[in-house]
């Protein structure tokens, strides 16, 4: 039975269908972006359901040096680098991570979702720096994905203290 109350419980169901609808929004969400990128490099003149005006434009971004690799890996490692892959192909392989080690009560897993919830938010600050300061643009996937994130990193801290606090135990 799923609860969050009482010694020794499974992972409460409400964070389960949460974890569910955060990561799916987060996978589509990056799809749709990988989506738009693959296509403004097919074609120049393709417009976005998400390009509303010349400040708020997903494409803008995603097709900007900060697009891939968060713009870091390019200037270290040169273009052609593995890792110089667009920014969506992290998101897909974030929530993916999320999703499958989120079904864990380990207490490692959980560990494990918080750093990497951490490092997303970070991230998520200094592309939210960039898209505002730099590029001067509003991109409505960028911001509902830094919600997304920043949702999922408050129910990792959640999901990791009450493994930490014994709520939920490891499943035997």
């Known amino acids: 039975m799923a609860t969050s109350r009482g010694k020794g419980r ?9 974890r ?10 990056s799809a749709y972006a990988l ?6 490099e097919r074609n120049s ?6 390009d509303v005006s010349k400040t708020i434009s997903c494409s803008k971004v995603f097709t900007s040096k ?6 870091l890996i390019e200037p270290l490692f040169g273009r052609d680098c593995i ?18 080690l989120g079904q864990s009560s380990n207490p490692t897993a ?6 990497f919830s951490l490092l997303s938010n970070l991230a998520t600050v200094y592309l939210a720096y960039i898209l505002y300061f730099i590029l001067n643009d509003a991109c409505l996937v960028c911001i509902s994905t830094y919600v997304v994130n920043a949702a999922l990193l ?19």
């Open 20 to 29: 569910c609808i955060l990561c799916t929004a987060g996978l589509a969400l």
């Open 66 to 71: 900060y697009g891939r690799g968060f713009g």
């Open 154 to 172: 408050i129910l990792n801290l959640r999901h990791h203290s009450a493994i930490s606090q014994g709520v939920i135990k490891k499943k035997v």
């Open 35 to 40: 989506y738009v990128e693959t296509a403004k």
């Open 83 to 100: 890792l110089n892959l667009p920014n969506s192909v992290f998101g897909l392989i974030f929530y993916v991570l999320q999703f499958f």
């Open 110 to 115: 959980s560990l494990v979702l918080v750093i």
């Open 45 to 50: 003149d393709y417009k976005a359901m998400c």
């Open 10 to 18: 499974r992972t409460p169901a409400w964070q389960q269908v949460a």
